[in-house]
């Protein structure tokens, strides 16, 4: 996997960070305030709740990577593999123009792609909802493997891209790297946090971070075309 596609990953993250913040706002706030008595005060044990939450949302994106890389496997050696791989770069593409207008609030398209997820997440959402209130590591890690599921187009977009890539390998790491982006909007608590998410709602930021999406996808439409003809 080469250094710029890890890179992208981490960017695409980053970017879509202001999407994260809406999406897992109230499960972040109750990892970060539904501890009993003084425990809302301890620090350290917060950072601890929220880490083990993380990894766990990290880690689930990684098994949805390597869990479509094996089912488009399956799939790609029933046509040619170069046009299989083009034909998931321009959809790729797509995805991430889809998901640069949703954050420019340009459009709502990437909704109806969110609710291809709904089917799985009636009944994973259950099991998540069990884990609260979050009160252990344990059971922030399996919130956060459990919640990692919820249906979200940034990570469908970044999931079709990932698999682009070619190979199950790189699929996966493309998916950690993203998750480990999308970790600066999640895990900073107090005044950094509040600064940090002033920063992704801000509008100036939005379209900066939509536009470079933008731009991305029609570099990776570009890719695909050129390969096609």
Known sequence: MSEFSLWAALSIGLLGSAHCVGMCGGIMAALSHGLPGRDQLNLSRRLGL????????????????????????????LFD???????????????????????????????MVEKLGN????????????????????KALAAGMLWGWLPCGLVYSTLIWAL???????????????????LPSMILVGAAADAFKKLLVNKGFKLFSALLLIVYGVHTMTIALGQFF
């Not at 682009?164 to 999308?182: E, I, K, P, R, Y």
């Open 81 to 111: 593999l170069d046009h299989w791989l083009t034909g998931m770069r321009l959809l790729a593409g797509i995805m991430l123009i889809l998901m640069g207008f949703y954050l420019a609030n340009l459009s709502s398209a990437l909704v």
């Open 119 to 138: 089917p799985l997440w009636s009944r994973l959402a259950p099991l998540a909802r069990r884990q609260l209130p979050v009160t252990s590591p344990a």
């Open 164 to 182: 682009s890539l070619g190979s199950a390998l790189d699929t996966v790491m493309a998916m950690t790297a993203f998750g480990l982006g999308t």
């Open 50 to 77: 929220l880490a083990a939450y993380n990894l766990g949302r990290v880690t689930s994106y990684a098994a949805a990577g390597a869990l479509l890389a094996s089912l488009a496997g399956g799939i790609g050696v």
